[in-house]
């Protein structure tokens, strides 16, 4: 193998190297927005949950008042 060809694949391996490590920066960045992304989807559901059994609450309390008028 020639030097230039050895050069040529050296660069090469260098970028796949530097690459690797960008992709592993990205990849960890993306997996810490899912887990922020899913603790507020959750946070969320829940919040939707309340509001849901308030309501609830609230049309139980006036329909008992339409039956007592």
Not at 2 to 23: N, V, Y
Not at 49 to 55: G, I, Q, W
Request: aromatic letters at 2%.
């Amino acid at each position: 193998m020639e030097d230039a060809d050895l050069q040529l694949l050296t660069t090469k391996l260098e970028q796949l190297i530097q690459r690797i490590e960008q992709l592993k920066v990205q990849n960890c960045l993306l997996l810490n927005s899912e887990k922020s992304w899913r603790e507020e989807r959750a946070h969320l559901i829940e919040k939707n949950e309340m509001a849901r059994v308030k309501v609830e609450s609230m049309i139980s309390r006036l329909k008992a008042l339409e039956q007592d008028s």
